[in-house]
């Protein structure tokens, strides 16, 4: 005899339910979100491609690789709790924030380019 516990949740009860017709659903399961996600990466990937000189193969296999693997990880960030926009501030945030400087006693790095030689001329004694 099989149980199934249902969540309380009702956001939690939408993630759970695959994509399909009863009997014909996709081999994966992935929240309604992901899909968004990986649409909106996928063509952000390809307006890349297409303003720098690369090419872009058909299929295109390795693009849809990469927005699978960026979906991925940013799913695993984003969920019900905290929508793509608050992970999208929070990162705009971070990197504008100030930062403590670093004290100033790091080794000094000189090159070459920065030293000038002279000749130096030696008289010699007696001369």
């Given at each position: 005899?099989?149980?199934?516990?249902?969540?309380?949740?009702?956001?939690?009860?939408?993630?759970?339910?695959?994509?399909?017709?009863?009997?014909?659903?996709?081999?994966?399961?992935?929240?309604?979100?992901?899909y968004g996600?990986?649409?909106?990466?996928?063509?952000?990937?390809?307006?890349?491609?297409?303003?720098?000189?690369?090419?872009?193969?058909?299929?295109?296999?390795?693009?849809?690789?990469?927005?699978?693997?960026?979906?991925?990880?940013?799913?695993?960030?984003?969920?019900?709790?905290?929508?793509?926009?608050?992970v999208w501030?929070?990162?705009?945030?971070?990197?504008?924030a100030p930062?403590?400087?670093?004290?100033?006693?790091?080794?000094?790095?000189?090159?070459?380019?920065?030293?000038?030689?002279?000749?130096?001329?030696?008289?010699?004694?007696?001369?």
């Open positions: 005899m099989r149980a199934l516990i249902r969540p309380d949740d009702e956001v939690y009860r939408v993630d759970a339910v695959w994509l399909g017709p009863r009997g014909f659903t996709l081999p994966w399961s992935a929240r309604y979100s992901a996600i990986w649409l909106m990466l996928f063509v952000s990937v390809l307006l890349v491609e297409a303003a720098l000189p690369m090419r872009v193969n058909v299929p295109p296999v390795w693009e849809i690789v990469l927005t699978i693997l960026a979906t991925y990880a940013l799913t695993g960030v984003i969920d019900h709790d905290r929508p793509p926009i608050t501030e929070l990162l705009r945030v971070e990197l504008g930062r403590r400087r670093k004290r100033a006693d790091r080794p000094v790095r000189l090159s070459a380019t920065s030293i000038r030689v002279r000749e130096l001329h030696v008289q010699q004694e007696g001369a």
